[in-house]
């Protein structure tokens, strides 16, 4: 079974066991294009995912964290998902973390927030704030993709670990990628520290610096 057909077969268990299905009978899956049901605006992406329960994070969400920002916007931040705070309020990046990232964009790159765009690896809030697993994470990744897809900007910086390996499928760490420009799809992408680690490894923050003028240079 190729990636995508295990993929499509995995959503399709969430959906029925979200039913109350216990038990699912194999059945063929007929291929069709990657993302085909997706909607191609973000208006209609959005209210799609705002409507989601192909995972269990739907059930202990407060808001789907769809994303946000300019639809115009050159560059594009990836964290990995929402934490307290943005799923109290339904947006990308709005407590501690959140505070750092825009003072990096706006403190660095000389450009106001809002002229980005931000969203995450996945749009519900893991339980604890921990990290998506692979399942959630790649029950998600569509939709990020489509918005990447949407959106084409030149560049984006994936915020973390989590972030940088699901865009990429590399299993390197942070510390070994950060700052190096990469191409992907459309763009450049550049691997960062998350703002969370940040705010944990004050020494790191130099170089985050660092990488924040590499994208600079970029713009
Ligand atoms: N951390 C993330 O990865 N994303 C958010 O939206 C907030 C914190």
């Known amino acids: 079974m190729s990636k995508l057909e295990t993929l499509k077969m995995l959503r399709e268990l969430y959906i029925y066991r979200s039913y109350g299905f216990t038990y699912y009978k194999k059945r063929e899956i007929v291929p069709e294009k990657p993302n085909a049901s997706i909607p191609n605006s973000m208006d209609e ?25 300019n639809l115009n916007a050159k560059i594009m931040f990836i964290g990995e998902g929402p934490g307290l705070n943005e799923d109290l309020q339904g947006r990308p990046f709005v407590g501690k973390a959140g505070e750092l990232l825009t ?39 569509p939709y990020l993709f489509k918005q990447i897809e949407i959106l084409s900007p030149q560049i984006i910086v994936a915020l973390g670990n989590t972030s940088y390996h ?47 003028l590499r994208v600079k240079a970029l713009l």
């Open 166 to 212: 699901y865009l990429t499928g590399d299993e390197r760490g942070i510390t070994k990628v950060r700052g190096e420009i990469i191409e992907y799809k459309n763009a450049k992408l550049i691997p960062t520290f998350h703002p969370s680690y940040l705010l944990r490894n004050e020494s790191a923050k130099k170089e985050a610096y660092r990488d924040m």
């Open 103 to 141: 003072k990096m964009i706006e403190n660095v790159l000389k450009i106001k927030r809002s002229e980005t765009y931000i969203a995450n690896i996945v749009k519900c809030r893991p339980p604890e704030n921990r990290v998506p697993t692979p399942e959630e994470a790649n029950m998600c990744k």
């Open 45 to 69: 992406l959005r209210k799609n995912v705002l409507s989601c329960f192909l995972c269990t994070l739907c059930k202990t969400r407060k808001n789907v964290v769809f994303g946000e920002g």
